[in-house]
């Protein structure tokens, strides 16, 4: 049976939007990263919502990279400085979920 008819969608976000701000942390948490061990292997994921950042995933590095500060300096130069925005870099909350990640693909 030939589908001829069909519907496309996309999205498309703009910035300050909490995808582009999860997108930069996770972002800047591997830069961190591999700053200093290029060797690092780093399966990171960002949720933001109002007042929340939260980072999960696997990662296997012989570094330390304090996430918290990292997700905080991030916020802090995308520009949210202020509570009453429902969000800003003194005062969100930062929860981190990370496990080493299995033998079988580290």
Not at 3 to 26: C, N, R, W, Y
Not at 30 to 47: F, G, M, N, S, Y
Not at 66 to 83: A, F, L, N, W
Not at 95 to 102: A, E, Y
Request: proline share 4%; with cysteine; aromatic share 6%.
């Amino acid at each position: 049976m030939a589908m001829t008819d069909f519907l496309f969608t996309s999205e498309s976000v703009t910035e300050g939007h909490p995808d582009k701000v999860a997108d930069q942390i996770s972002d800047g948490i591997l830069d961190a990263i591999i700053a200093q061990d290029p060797k690092a292997r780093v399966a990171c994921e960002t949720l933001v919502t109002t007042g929340l950042a939260m980072i999960a995933g696997e990662i296997t590095t012989s570094c330390y990279v304090h996430m918290p500060d990292v997700v905080r300096e991030t916020i802090k130069e995308i520009g949210y400085h202020d509570s009453s925005m429902g969000f800003d870099w003194e005062t969100c909350a930062v929860l981190t979920s990370i496990d080493r990640q299995s033998p079988d693909i580290a």
